[in-house]
């Protein structure tokens, strides 16, 4: 790292700061003195510094230089990354950084599968040289799993940087959000898939993505074999993307259960994912989200409180409904790095599958529900003796016995462990804040269902004093963050038929058809002309579906 790059790097963020505002000359010439006089600080000496691995093998990790007032020291020519206030940078596993004199706070991390480093330190010598080991407390590719995620807004020319330091098997970045952007430009080039290539490490990615961001509900597109060849338009509902998502092969995210229009497209075949780790948890904070707890304002639904449990059981339940529809849909995870405070693949998915296999097998695997999703805790389910999300158990008229067994390894004390059959807690078990844990249990099914397993664990690795500076906005802000220690992981589910029939859930079907009623009006007043015919025939094609499957579950006619 040089003196030169840090100067070069404050000037240019100093200038475009003030020339988004009115500036006068005077003032850019008094920026420029003031910069100069601080490329003359006097570096207390150079902080050598390597990452490595249990085996002393070089990695690529983030890292945070935090000043004793709270600023970061940010290196010229060095991949960034925010998460608010804080800046963090990626390195290939060594760097050199000149510091000033003082004392810092160094952090050092990668992904979720190794140790996290921190330390309290002063530069006051020539040449410090300091090793950091990240020990490796989990993998997962031994165990026969791959990580990604779905909600990535990055540069592709940024993107393998920041997957290697994250340690994720596959990648995905969104160019297309309502269009090209020019801060994501789509890259140049046929190929849709590309291995991507940084100190060492070799990742599959797919690069002409997409995010669908209207009123009708966010939802992401991966695996595009080209980019979306729509004109974003607010007017127009997302079915008509996802269709053309289908037909192409690609695979369809929705941000969560909570979204207007993801009732309507699940129930017509057009959703494979839908996130339950999403962007209402970020690295250390929440967002309050009460007011997208009912966009459809449809009478009965429930209103979530603007806590870490609230916000949790907002993107659980709104998820369980669909599930007590009898769909299949899978359990997913995004993060938004790039336009939200977290590194990518904070959120992130583990799907079942080869880890050596084909991005497409990765997919696939993961809209067939072959997966459990995390921000922390590492969640595994069975079924009698082989049985797993994304699997079918199929009973007689009786129904049976389900024999399961759960296991979840945790970075963070474990404060819950549950099993979950249509949407309900059908067992607890007993934790005592470990770890590690393994537990069996048997629930008892006598009519179609559906069974997940699901974890929570709090994070105590920094302070209250460290965490506290993870606020921001006022309460009645749109976007008002706070700050989070809660950790949590979801399974996708097992799949249960009772004489052929799957979960049919009464009182969830009845909230369904109330919500397509209040789609009916939403579409009314927001879909341009000629497009509220075709929605509202698809909105009485997914209202019979809800109507049939009433009657099956009530055992009379509609």
Known sequence: MH????????????????????????????????VIVQSHTTFAGTLELQVVDDNDTSIPCRVLILKQDGGSVVPGNHTTLNIDPQRWFVIDGQDSLDLPDGQYTLRVERGMEYTRYKKRLRVSSPETNLQVTLSRWADMKERGYASGENHIHVPVSNLP???????????????????????????????????MKFAGHNVAATVFDAEIEHPWGAVYIQNLPAPLPFVSDPKRPNLDALQHAVDVGATVHYQAG???????DALLGKVHVVNVCNNNFHQHQYQLRSIYSNLLQTPGLETYENTEQGMLRMNNQTYYRLLNWGLKIAAGAGSASGVKPSPVGYNRAYVRTDPDGSIDQFYDNWKAGRNFVTNGPLLFLSAGQNKRPGDSIAFKQAGGQVHLTVSVM????????????NGEVAH???????????????????EGSWIAARCTSRDGWLTEQQLSVFTSGKDTDRFTMRPSRLRFAHTSPIYVTVSGHGAAVPESIKEGLRMMDRLEVFSGEQASAERRGTTLKAINQARTTLQEKLATATGAGF
């Open 161 to 195: 940087r920041l997957l290697a330091a994250e340690a994720l098997d596959y990648g995905s970045t969104l160019t297309w959000w309502n269009g090209a952007r020019p801060k994501t430009p789509v890259p140049d080039g046929p190929e849709h898939q590309r291995r």
């Open 3 to 34: 003196k030169v790059d840090v100067c070069t790097s404050l000037l240019f963020q100093r200038l475009q700061a003030m020339l988004s505002y009115d500036c006068s000359i005077p003032k850019l010439l008094a920026l420029v003195v003031g």
């Open 410 to 421: 945790s970075r963070q004390p474990l404060t819950s462990v549950e099993i979950v059959v």
């Open 258 to 264: 909570w979204s207007r229009e993801v009732a309507l």
């Open 428 to 446: 607890a078990f007993d934790l005592n804040e470990r770890n590690v844990f393994q537990g069996e249990t048997n629930v008892t099914i006598t």
